[in-house]
């Protein structure tokens, strides 16, 4: 079965201290690797598309790395406008390419 | 441009009832996705729809229904509400499908009572 877990649930970090997001996955063959922020009351927002083991990619203090059994995403000197539930989500091959997602990690960053 | 907009925000229905969301995507987009968030089982993929035909479906059941009108714009149809229906029902909107990137709304708070 498809399986998308992420750790850890949540996440207190202080301005500046720099750590990593967890998303492993079991999939039948991988699509597409998808990272999401989402802040409360809101609905998420596409952060990263990542397709094959070893490609990465960056957007300000967000890396996100990719293997062929988990995916990073790494914050570097997070502030506190950083703060949200980051999701993670891959596309199978086999499952109609229908997105399954992971239950998020919550990150606070405190000033 | 405007975001993908869906209406209504709130919603509150009793056990039995039915309940029709809408949401209209991005100018162009002709893909609708619709999703189920619950603080358990988090988000949950219900269908689909692609120039108004449904392209793929998550497992639930056949109480979760939808459509999507010639303009792009879609409508996501509950009937006989359960307890365990009350969620935050979102839809994302793309110009290709899943698997590229998608926009989502603020979503509808479904509450059964």
């Known amino acids: 079965e498809d399986q998308v877990t992420q750790s850890p649930e949540a996440l207190r970090l202080q301005g500046g201290e720099s750590s990593s997001l967890n998303c492993s996955y079991t999939?039948?063959?991988?699509?597409?690797l998808f990272w999401y922020r989402q802040d409360p009351g809101k609905g998420p927002e596409f952060l990263f598309t990542?397709?094959?083991a070893g490609e990465e990619k960056e957007k300000e203090r967000l890396k996100a790395t990719l293997t062929k059994k988990e995916s990073f995403l790494h914050i570097t000197a997070p502030k506190p406008e950083d703060s949200a539930t980051y999701l993670c989500?891959?596309?199978?091959?086999?499952?109609?390419?229908?997105?399954?997602f992971g239950k998020g990690t919550k990150l606070s960053v405190k000033p | 441009k405007a975001g993908v907009t869906q209406t209504p925000r709130y919603l509150i229905k009793t056990r039995g009832q039915q309940v029709t969301l809408s949401c209209s995507p991005i100018?162009?987009?002709?893909?609708v996705s619709w999703y189920q968030q619950t603080p358990g089982q988090g988000l949950q993929f219900l269908f689909e729809y692609f120039s108004e035909t449904q392209r793929n479906k998550g497992n639930f059941p056949g109480r979760f229904s939808g459509r999507q009108f010639s303009n792009s714009r879609s409508e996501m149809n509950v009937s006989t509400l359960e307890l365990g229906d009350s969620a935050l029902y979102l839809c994302?909107?793309?110009?290709?499908?899943?698997?590229?990137?998608?926009?989502f709304g603020q979503g509808t708070r479904l509450t059964v009572v």
């Open positions: 989500a891959v596309q199978a091959a086999g499952s109609q390419g229908n997105l399954i």
């Open positions: 100018s162009g987009h002709r893909s």
């Open positions: 990542l397709y094959s």
């Open positions: 994302a909107s793309s110009l290709g499908g899943q698997g590229t990137e998608a926009f």
């Open positions: 999939v039948s063959g991988l699509r597409g």
